[in-house]
């Protein structure tokens, strides 16, 4: 659960937990006691060190951060394991298109492209009218 310790991220390794899921969670240091609390079997602080060296062959894993940490996740992941992400984005915010480690690109109006690269398949999105996607890819 990558983000393990903001709110999103605490849903999440909660969830993960109850669902009978172990997980490992990356977050701040001063998160580490509340992020195991929630029940993450690894909380790994990210500002001492990095989470792939600590796991890897991993079914799933769930971002709620973007950007390296996204592209980094992909190195964890065993084949036919899934990226979740899930990413909050503002249309029109200016005239760059929002790149997702070559997955995904999201235009200024909100449309997506690219939907298959890097030997991963996006197999479903949502886009609700908070301007949230959900995305899911499947690593082949």
């Given at each position: ?13 909660h ?27 690894l ?61 995904i ?27 949230t ?8």
């Amino acid at each position: 659960i990558q983000g393990g310790g903001g709110g999103v991220g605490r849903l999440g390794t909660h969830s993960a937990k109850s669902l009978g899921a172990g997980g490992a969670a990356p977050c701040r240091g001063a998160n580490l006691d509340t992020v195991r609390g929630l029940g993450a079997d690894l909380a790994i602080d990210y500002t001492a060190e990095d989470f792939t060296t600590r796991v890897s062959g991993l079914d799933l894993v769930f971002d709620t951060v973007g950007g390296e940490v996204h592209r980094r996740s992909q190195q964890v992941l065993k084949p036919g394991g899934r990226l979740v992400i899930i990413d909050f984005y503002k249309k029109k915010r200016g005239p760059e298109d929002k790149d997702m480690s070559g997955h995904i690109r999201i235009d200024r109006d909100g449309v997506i492209h690219e939907v298959e690269s890097n030997g991963y398949k996006l197999i479903s999105h949502h886009d609700h009218t908070t301007n949230t996607y959900v995305l899911v890819f499947h690593k082949k």
